[in-house]
């Protein structure tokens, strides 16, 4: 599955994993923005990632 550009600023994004900060339930994926750092929605999956950050509104 692709990742689309940030929304917010056209840069590429990138998925990763871990269980940091982020991830309050323990494990889990998330997509972000390799320039403006904006975060996607968290996901079970990395494809469950990719899908939350691929619905989300494009810059017009």
């Known amino acids: 599955m692709k990742i ?3 929304p ?7 998925a990763y994993s871990g ?5 309050e339930s323990g494990f889990g ?3 972000a923005c390799k ?3 904006a ?4 996901g079970k999956t990395k ?3 990719i899908k939350n ?3 989300r509104v494009e810059k017009e």
């Open 4 to 6: 689309k550009p940030c």
């Open 8 to 14: 917010f600023c056209g840069g590429k994004a990138w």
């Open 19 to 23: 269980s940091t900060y982020h991830f």
């Open 29 to 31: 994926w998330i997509c």
């Open 35 to 37: 320039a403006c750092d």
């Open 39 to 42: 975060q996607g929605e968290i």
């Open 47 to 49: 494809a469950e990632a």
């Open 53 to 55: 950050w691929n619905r």
